[in-house]
């Protein structure tokens, strides 16, 4: 079946410009992360969902970031006023969690969007 | 705050040679340790994780050894392959929450 989808794979914009980055989940998969990975860095966590709800909202840097999710399905996460330093691959990943104390739920990654602030 | 360390940031092995990653971490509530693979252009994947009731997992010529003690954990590469050549990253969940928590990757090249 199909994985974790996300568009688009590349984004140039300008500072100060809005961005929208679109993730479209395995179907069935109920959690959805955002995280990001600068250029030689580890993953950074962003935002976890559980189902459209967002228990875990910690790693936002800021307020310029915000992420919504529609049901169990396509999630979006919004970069408003960009900025040279969010340069990086956002990356979405789901995992199918039935129990919350289920620990064998591995995170099924898409390949990410290469956003580029000039 | 970094809680989970990786090291080393870049290895070369050659081929048919070891592999070792190192991780350490901080938080002893956590208590699910995977490790996942990343080739360029693609997003990281589930190689195979552990769980701190036992020492050691083996899949194939990838093994985890965990010290519970010590709080470190590594990732052992067998008989390295070209092919296995990526950034690895080991990683720490809560169970119950499952809020991953990446190290910062090492770069495995296998040369031939």
């Known amino acids: 079946g199909a994985g974790v989808s996300q568009s688009p794979s590349n984004k140039v914009t300008e500072k100060g410009k809005d961005v929208e980055l679109r993730c479209d989940p395995i179907?069935?998969?109920?959690?959805l992360y955002w995280y990001r990975q600068r250029l030689g860095q580890g993953l950074e966590f962003l935002i976890y969902?559980?189902?459209?709800?967002?228990?875990?909202k910690s790693g936002l840097p800021s307020d310029r970031f915000s992420a919504e999710r529609t049901g169990e399905s396509v999630s979006t996460l919004t970069i408003q006023r960009t900025q040279q330093e969010d340069s990086a691959v956002y990356l979405c990943?789901?995992?199918?969690?039935?129990?919350?104390?289920?620990?064998?739920?591995?995170?099924?990654f898409g390949n990410g969007t290469r956003l580029t602030v000039t | 705050q970094q809680q989970v360390k990786q090291s080393p940031q870049s290895l070369i092995v050659q081929k048919g040679g070891i592999s070792i990653i190192n991780c350490a971490y901080e938080n002893t509530a956590f208590d699910y340790f995977p490790w996942y693979q990343q080739f360029p252009g693609k997003g990281p994947a589930l190689l195979i994780a552990?769980?701190?009731?036992?020492s050691e997992k083996k899949e194939g010529r990838f093994t985890i050894s965990f010290n519970k003690s010590a709080k470190q954990f590594s990732l052992h590469i067998m008989d390295s392959q070209p092919g296995d050549s990526a950034t690895y990253f080991c990683?720490?969940?809560?169970?119950?929450?499952?809020?991953?928590?990446f190290g910062i990757g090492t770069k495995l090249q296998v040369i031939p």
């Open positions: 990943a789901s995992s199918l969690v039935r129990d919350p104390r289920s620990y064998n739920s591995p995170l099924h």
């Open positions: 552990i769980r701190p009731d036992v």
């Open positions: 990683a720490a969940s809560i169970g119950g929450y499952q809020k991953v928590t």
């Open positions: 179907s069935g998969h109920t959690a």
């Open positions: 969902f559980q189902g459209n709800s967002a228990p875990d």
